[in-house]
């Protein structure tokens, strides 16, 4: 049975979507049932070049990315999320609809990598240091156990990410 989570942050332009790829990612290269999906309270409409640019030189498949609301996860027929992942402060300052499920929330925040430099090459280097850190913790977070934890046990374990 696939494990989903949901990574929000505000606009699910960056964040979010480079954590969706970097989960994604792992979950194919080490053979887990684990499936990210990404989404926004306020979504921008677009994705940002420069997170689909560093996603796709790490080797990541951003066919059909898009910015998301969270929305489209409180329908009815949406998959059964098991976490919930904001990875901005702002969203994790927000009210979040209720999930069906009610999966175990979590805050991984990280800085924006959008307000990062002057230039496309330090906003580049920015948008790049903001994968390798998510991906990382995308990484852990594929070899996590989800079937054998209960949800006290699984919010322990995100807790020392």
Request: with cysteine; charged share 20%.
């Amino acid at each position: 049975m696939t494990t989903n989570i949901l990574i929000l942050c505000t606009h699910n332009s960056a964040r979010s979507v480079l954590s969706e790829g970097m989960l994604n990612h792992w979950a194919k290269q080490l053979g887990v049932d684990v499936r990210a999906h990404s989404a926004g309270s306020a979504p921008s409409g677009r994705t940002n070049p420069m997170a689909i640019a560093v996603l796709q030189a790490a080797g990541v498949d951003t066919a059909g990315y898009r910015s998301k609301s969270w929305d489209e996860f409180t329908a009815p027929g949406a998959p059964q999320m098991r976490v919930v992942i904001t990875v901005c402060d702002s969203a994790a300052q927000e009210t979040c609809p209720y999930w069906p499920g009610s999966p175990v929330q979590i805050h991984w925040g990280y800085p924006d990598p959008s307000n990062a430099g002057t230039n496309d090459d330090e906003k580049r280097a920015a948008f790049e240091s903001t994968r390798q850190a998510i991906g990382e913790r995308m990484r852990q977070l594929a070899l996590v156990p989800f079937a054998s934890l209960d949800d006290a046990q699984l919010r322990a374990a995100l807790e020392k990410f």
